[in-house]
């Protein structure tokens, strides 16, 4: 197990850093996009490299905190909280594959998503045996989820207010 722990945050990476290179590049080039889709809108109208970095490194928090905790300390708590946050980003890249269909468009992102979908998919199947899967260690990798989903509205928001206030105080 604890050969694949430390490729989770690699791999967030890796996948990330096509988005704060591409986002917000995208959505400067296709404003089209917004009118077509008010929940893109919502999401990333007027954001920054800078806002959109912050949210990146605030998700990354839990992606390296729990890899580190999970390599230095074993134990069956730490890695079903890693393998919950590993099915998350796996389902991440899933909605990656997604939205560009529904946005009838090549997005950013979907270059890493592909490559490191099946990645992914091999290390959770690799590392299942080392779980016990018994009702707390499914509980946990089940609720790691929606917390997952959690932080990232949680680094949405911080995107937009870090945004603004670059906006606000750095003229253009």
Do not use: Q
């Not at 694949?4 to 890796?14: A, D």
């Not at 997604?98 to 946005?103: G, W």
């Amino acid at each position: 197990m604890k050969e694949y722990l430390l490729l989770l945050p690699i791999i967030f990476i890796f996948h990330d850093m096509e988005e704060i290179i591409g986002f917000p590049l995208f959505f400067r080039k296709n404003p089209d996009v917004f009118g077509k889709h008010p929940k893109l809108t919502a999401a990333y109208r007027d954001i920054t490299n800078e806002g959109f970095a912050v949210a990146v490194y605030e998700e990354f928090i839990p992606f390296f905190g729990v890899s580190l905790l999970a390599y230095y300390f074993p134990s069956a708590v730490l890695y079903a909280l890693w393998y919950g946050i590993m099915l998350s980003l796996t389902l991440h890249f899933v909605l990656h594959l997604i939205i560009p269909v529904y946005v009838g468009r090549f997005i950013p992102s979907v270059i890493t998503s592909c490559i490191c979908l099946p990645v992914c998919i091999l290390i959770m199947i690799k590392t299942a045996p080392f779980l016990t899967f018994d009702p707390l260690t499914v509980s946990l990798i089940v609720l790691t989820v929606p917390a997952m989903m959690a932080n990232g509205k949680l680094a949405h928001k911080l995107m937009h207010l870090f945004s603004r206030w670059i906006n606000k105080n750095i003229p253009a």
